[in-house]
């Protein structure tokens, strides 16, 4: 029996403890891990810093992207990068209904408060973009 998440896309699990509301993508957690450390990540906007086209849209914590990837938007895969030093610690799906696009972001290096802050930030006006978190592992777990 298929799985359909809020936005009534297929999920690839149930429910567990690092995923309450089950798991809407896969995440390949090694490659993305082997990807950061060979390619590295280039900040764009750094924390405080407002969108370029919107400034109203002020980012919580870095925002940028893993050097040398290629996503299906076109443009390297995006990153939010945060104090901690805990590496790939997550990821958040999004859709922006301005642009009618979806797209995976990853969470690096962030502390539960961090990671909080990335999931309000992309789904602070759900008619815009909203997302959904997955996360690594159980929020419990990181430090």
């Not at 990671?115 to 815009?128: E, K, M, Q, R, T």
């Amino acid at each position: 029996m298929a799985i359909t998440d809020e936005f009534g896309r297929l999920s690839s699990g149930d429910p567990d403890d690092a995923n309450p509301g089950g798991r809407p993508g896969f995440v390949d957690w090694e490659q993305w891990d082997a990807l950061i450390q060979l390619k590295g990540i280039t900040i764009e906007r750094a924390a405080g810093s407002q969108h370029p086209n919107h400034p109203d849209i002020v980012y919580p914590i870095d925002y940028g992207f893993v050097n040398g990837t290629d996503t299906v938007d076109g443009d390297e895969m995006d990153v939010f990068k945060g104090t901690a030093s805990n590496g790939l610690v997550a990821a958040i799906f999004t859709e922006d209904r301005r642009k009618g696009d979806l797209e995976a972001k990853l969470i690096v290096d962030c502390s539960p408060k961090e990671i909080y802050l990335v999931n309000g930030f992309i789904n602070f006006s759900p008619d815009l973009m909203r997302g959904r978190l997955v996360m690594r592992a159980p929020m419990k777990s990181l430090s």
